[in-house]
């Protein structure tokens, strides 16, 4: 070894060590005990912090499977209201059948009193559907809309203008602002020529 290298070797070695030096190292220990304690609240607040995400998580999946349920079972049921209403229909169709089957009485009395029945029943109808919105479109006489009729055929006419509706054969039915069904109609093509 060079004489340098010898001596600054032997400087080395021949360093006092400074009494406070242990303060030092307790407070390096300290820092680092405060850092363990920092990072484990850390930690633990982490996995609380987890724990409420899944528990959210898992809250908001089973809100969306139950608003699922119900909304297959409202698809399900949704015609419940209108089917219980056309019950009542199918009760007075019953009875005028049971009217027109009856064998005492008079054949035109009891012809009267089926008739009155049906009138009855078909009144009823017609009350059921307005109530949920079925409403019948009026064609006889109107100008003929493609929208909401289908013509089946023309006809000349002395008394209903051309393009107007001549006669009806089906009614038309609009379900809300929807047409449900078109009306069958025969369309005037005007005065006979």
Do not use: C, W
């Amino acid at each position: 070894m060079g004489k340098k290298k010898k001596e600054k070797h032997k400087a080395h070695q021949e360093t006092p060590i400074p009494e406070d030096l242990g303060a030092v190292e307790e407070i390096a220990q300290e820092e680092s005990g405060k850092e363990e304690a920092d990072s484990e609240n850390l930690r633990e607040e982490l996995d609380k912090t987890k724990e409420q995400l899944l528990r959210v998580a898992a809250d908001a999946d089973n809100y969306k499977k139950r608003m699922e349920r119900e909304k297959e079972k409202m698809v399900k049921y949704a015609g419940e209201n209108i089917l219980r209403e056309l019950l009542a229909t199918v009760d007075n169709l019953e009875r005028a059948l049971e009217q027109g089957r009856a064998e005492t009485g008079d054949a035109q009395q009891k012809l009267d009193a089926m008739l009155e029945g049906i009138e009855l029943t078909y009144k009823g109808l017609l009350s059921v559907l307005e109530k949920f919105d079925v409403k019948p479109i009026d064609a006889e006489g109107e100008p003929f809309n493609p929208d909401e009729m289908d013509a089946l055929t023309m006809e000349a006419s002395d008394e209903v203008p051309a393009n107007h509706v001549l006669q009806e054969f089906a009614k038309g039915y609009r379900f809300k602002d929807r047409v449900l069904r078109h009306a069958q109609v025969v369309v005037s093509s005007g005065k006979n020529s």
